[in-house]
């Protein structure tokens, strides 16, 4: 039997998809084009920067900017790096792990007082962080943790809309497999070790790389409860340079890229598992 030959698109749906695919292009150029604009004028010499009108592309790029942030004794920058990566690296990891604790808890299981608890999570998303940040310092102060990089990640261990965005996420898992695993002597930390968690891999990566870039960027709660240069992390550093360097906007656009490099880079690495997530709740 012949097959007809495949029926060839109406001129509507080419148009209609062309125009759908016009749309997105400018989109991705308009969102795109700053953090470009940024790039090629950190690679400009500090005369072509205060040229009227500025030439968008540099006559003669240079990365002396880069070399000046990197080799300033004065600018522990390698420890400010190491200082932000630390913090933003355990926070993902604690949040990570008492979300999917946590809402597998909220999920799964029945027990007097849940709705009322998971009520008040769901209050904490809605309170702004200025309104708990007094109670936070006092805290961090009784804790004896001012001036350390505990002070960043100890507030932060438990995330409401981590709880919530894990709750969703497992209500779906079936139950059946965590029945037959108790049948077969699973014990629940168990089951959610080795069942639950290995199902939660785009739900894990979009929150890590939420709370990555949240932590990366934080500048409010370092500047109070961190006093001294060596502890300072990223963003604490771009603002210094804006203020210590507001002449040289070489120096300024430099700092903010290497600022940005970490958050592409882990956004390169999750990106799939981010693509999946939205792609499973788009079908949910």
Request: net charge positive.
């Amino acid at each position: 039997m012949i097959n007809p030959p495949p029926k060839r698109p109406s001129f509507a749906f080419v148009l209609g998809k062309s125009g759908a695919y016009a749309v997105l292009i400018v989109g991705l150029i308009g969102t795109l084009l700053p953090f470009f604009y940024i790039i090629v004028s950190s690679l400009k010499t500090t005369a072509e920067l205060r040229q009227t009108p500025p030439d968008f592309f540099p006559k003669q790029p240079t990365f002396e900017h880069y070399t000046t942030i990197l080799q300033d004794k004065d600018i522990p920058i390698a420890q400010n790096l190491a200082n932000s990566v630390f913090v933003s690296v355990m926070r993902v990891v604690i949040t990570l792990f008492t979300s999917s604790y946590a809402g597998y808890i909220f999920a799964k299981y029945h027990f007097k007082g849940k709705n009322l608890a998971f009520g008040i999570i769901l209050i904490q998303i809605m309170i702004p962080f200025q309104v708990v940040m007094i109670p936070n310092y006092l805290l961090t102060v009784k804790l004896g943790l001012i001036d350390s990089l505990w002070a960043l990640i100890v507030p932060a261990f438990i995330d409401a809309y981590g709880i919530f965005m894990m709750k969703q996420f497992i209500e779906a898992l079936p139950a059946e497999l965590m029945d037959a695993a108790r049948i077969d002597g699973a014990s629940e930390f168990g089951i959610y070790s080795r069942i639950v968690l290995p199902q939660m891999g785009p739900p894990l990566a979009s929150l890590g790389i939420f709370t990555f870039m949240a932590t990366w960027n934080d500048y409010l709660w370092p500047l109070i409860v961190l006093t001294s240069p060596e502890k300072r992390t990223i963003p604490l550093l771009v603002v210094w340079f804006q203020t210590a360097h507001v002449s040289n906007q070489g120096l300024v656009l430099a700092a903010s890229i290497l600022t940005l490099l970490p958050i592409f880079v882990v956004y390169i690495f999750l990106q799939r598992w981010i693509v999946d997530q939205a792609t499973s709740s788009a079908f949910k």
